[in-house]
């Protein structure tokens, strides 16, 4: 199987498109997913913007407006429309355009994706994908800056996912897309950019299943999204103070792959789990909470949780690098943790 | 307006153009960051409005906000400040170009969420009336918030609960990159604003006087009457949706088209014809706003980013 670098970006354009051409039921709607709608007439206009970070781009050339939908400003109505063309035996993949449009659109995803199968006693399948952006680090300020991860995976009936690299988001995404249930599949946009070796051909990861992004014995650390990579970075830092750190990468978050994590855990006595979303009620409260259920016997020291503030995520750049977890912290975190020093949390 | 009111507006709105002209170089330089979503093209319709409106008056306004934030009488370096995310910003830097705002001034927010102020201008407005404390709200959004529920629900409460809050609806032909004759299903704004039952007119918001003598008219029916109204100004988004955006979705006859109806070019051409004004008067306006905005970029520049505490004592107003 031929694979090369590709970004992020392209991996996912790449996964809709391989997925579009394989299946006629799927088609994408979103704000601008084309962009210049209308506008067909003349050169340029057409696949305008692809999605403000041209995630899309192409697709509209190759599939047509029939198959590439700009939706109007209305997560409700496309959102909602979505659930019900899933109904009828489309394949809809719906793009919020930032995870924080999430509440105008919420009562469609709470009270109908997820429970219209349920409900009505287990018998329909709602094969929905929505797609969103998330995270923060882009200058973006308190409402276009949110994780929300957690959000969504308190909601029974939703699968969710936030891969980490260009290689798991191809491999995820065309999961998403074949699933029988409705996902939340999130795109981290300081991601966007990253490369990865990812295979041309079509391959499916499973939902649910978390990876080991690097293999060590003193000290796991689970990272949420970006974070994988700030542990990665801190890892390569703490090898050469001799701490081997375990690198989990959960991918999915609903399910979640607890067994794997508490495995490592078993293995090295020590757990972080870093997440640039805030701390309460969050995937590294409900990680830490499994783990001390199923394998408090294997710690060697209390749990920690490295992850944003309490705050929403603030515009001013001192203040937004403050807020999302450092690379430094995590080699500080690791190595305090290791020597049983007490740590101040930074929430 | 006499030929002095006339020349104090065209002053205005060539402040908040050199602003905005600004905020564009600017946003193509190194030292840039964060999104900015200029209001060039859209001048006449924040200061034909906002000027006629009382001091305590309400205001929401969206991630578009420099213009309404300096026909408000903001202060510039402060406004600059906010964008480059310094604590003497009127957001203490924590908001940024997307949301200022001046709520000690009853100038709510700048919502980054296409349509989010709308519910929130109508509920000030009705705790106007509950108070009758005789304050209006007035509300500015765009062509593309249209199709949120929050614009239809806001509506309908306005209309139901006779609050008293003026919708303005800056028609400037695209919901981001998408034209209006695509994504409208009607005619015109307006004629949702009429399916709730609101009094409600288009005008052509690049012409100055006019939104000025309709917004008049209007806001002193919105408060005199207690009850929502609706203007739609037609107007043109000459820069793109955010600064950086290359606008390959616009026709080059309707962009020469709009550069023949810029608003401060239509307002001095009648003044140097009917008033007979020296044109070099407008250049010496144009170049001492132009200083201005320098001078106030300058200082804002130098100004200090706020603390940590400063974002953790802006959640709760109650030290927890």
């Known amino acids: ?347 | 307006m006499d030929k002095e009111d006339l020349l104090g507006k065209w002053k205005l709105m060539s402040l908040i153009r050199e602003f905005d002209l600004h905020v564009k170089d600017f946003s193509q330089s190194d030292e840039a960051f964060g999104y900015f979503h200029t209001s060039i093209g859209q001048e006449a319709v924040s200061v034909g409005v906002i000027p006629n409106i009382n001091e305590n008056d309400y205001l929401t306004s969206t991630y578009r906000n420099h213009s309404h934030g300096i026909a408000r009488g903001l202060d510039i370096k402060r406004m600059y400040a906010e964008m480059l995310g310094r604590e003497t910003g009127y957001c203490k830097g924590i908001g940024g170009s997307m949301h200022i705002a001046d709520q000690s001034r009853n100038f709510i927010g700048s919502m980054g969420i296409v349509a989010g102020g709308i519910p929130i201008a109508v509920g000030a407005a009705f705790a106007s009336r509950y108070k009758k404390s005789n304050q209006i709200a007035i509300c500015f959004f765009g062509d593309g918030a249209v199709h949120q529920g929050a614009f239809h629900e806001g509506l309908e409460f306005a209309s139901k609960f006779e609050s008293p809050v003026l919708f303005i609806c800056e028609n400037n032909l695209y919901a981001e990159s998408t034209a209006v004759e695509y994504h409208l299903i009607h005619e015109s704004v307006i004629n949702y604003a009429q399916g709730y039952g609101l009094k409600s007119a288009k005008i052509d918001g690049n012409d100055l006087e006019r939104v000025h003598e309709v917004s008049q008219e209007f806001i002193e029916w919105v408060r005199r009457n207690q009850k929502p109204a609706f203007i739609e100004f037609m107007t043109y988004k000459m820069s793109g949706q955010y600064e950086g955006d290359k606008q390959t979705y616009k026709p080059t006859d309707e962009i020469a088209y709009w550069a023949g109806r810029d608003p401060l070019v239509l307002l001095a051409n009648k003044m140097m014809i009917e008033y007979k004004v020296d044109p070099n008067l407008f250049l010496k306006i144009e170049s001492e706003n132009k200083e201005l905005v320098q001078a106030a970029f300058n200082a804002a520049n130098n100004d200090p980013y706020p603390s940590i505490d400063v974002m953790r004592d802006a959640v709760y107003a109650e030290t927890l």
């Not at chain 1, 391989?18 to 506008?39: K, T, Y």
Request: proline share 6%; hydrophobic share 40%.
């Open chain 1, 1 to 347: 199987m031929t694979s090369r670098l590709l970004t992020y970006k392209d991996a996912i354009n790449e996964a809709l498109r391989q997925e579009m051409q394989a299946d006629s039921r799927v088609f994408l709607i979103g704000e601008d997913v084309a962009g210049g709608a209308g506008r067909d007439e003349f050169p340029g206009a057409t696949d305008a913007w692809g999605g403000p970070f041209g995630v899309t781009k192409g697709l509209v050339t190759e599939f047509g407006r029939e198959r590439v939908i700009d939706s109007l400003l209305a997560e409700t109505g496309f959102v909602g429309a979505c659930i019900g063309a899933a109904f009828a035996g489309l394949r809809p993949v719906a793009e919020i355009m930032y995870a924080d449009f999430l509440g105008t659109s919420f009562d469609q995803i709470l009270n109908h994706a997820a429970k219209l199968r349920f409900t009505y006693g287990g018998i329909s399948s709602i094969p929905l994908v929505i797609r969103t952006v998330t995270g923060a680090g882009f200058r973006a300020a308190s409402e276009h800056s949110q994780m929300l991860i957690s959000i969504y995976s308190h909601v029974p009936g939703l699968k969710v996912i936030a891969p980490s690299n260009a290689f798991d988001a191809k491999g995820l995404l065309i999961s998403a897309i074949r699933d029988p249930d409705p996902v939340i599949f999130m795109e981290h946009k300081r991601l966007y950019m990253r490369e990865s070796m990812v295979p041309e051909a079509p391959y499916a990861i499973p939902i649910g299943k978390g990876d080991i992004k690097r293999i060590g014995n003193s000290i796991t650390i689970v990272g949420v999204q970006k974070m994988v990579n700030t542990a990665l970075d801190a890892a390569n830092i703490l090898e050469k103070e001799g701490i081997h750190a375990e690198v989990i990468d959960p991918r999915s978050y609903s399910p979640l792959d607890i067994e794997l994590i508490c495995e490592s855990v078993e293995k090295t006595g020590f757990l972080l789990i870093v997440d640039e979303s805030h701390p309460r009620c969050s995937i590294a409260s409900d990680i830490s909470s499994q783990v001390v259920d199923r394998a408090f016997a294997s710690l060697k020291g209390p749990i920690k949780m490295l992850t944003g503030l309490h705050t929403p995520v603030p515009y001013s750049p001192p203040l937004e690098d403050f807020f999302i977890p450092s690379v430094n912290e995590v080699v500080r975190y690791c190595t305090s943790m290791i020597k049983g020093e007490n740590i101040v949390n930074r929430y």
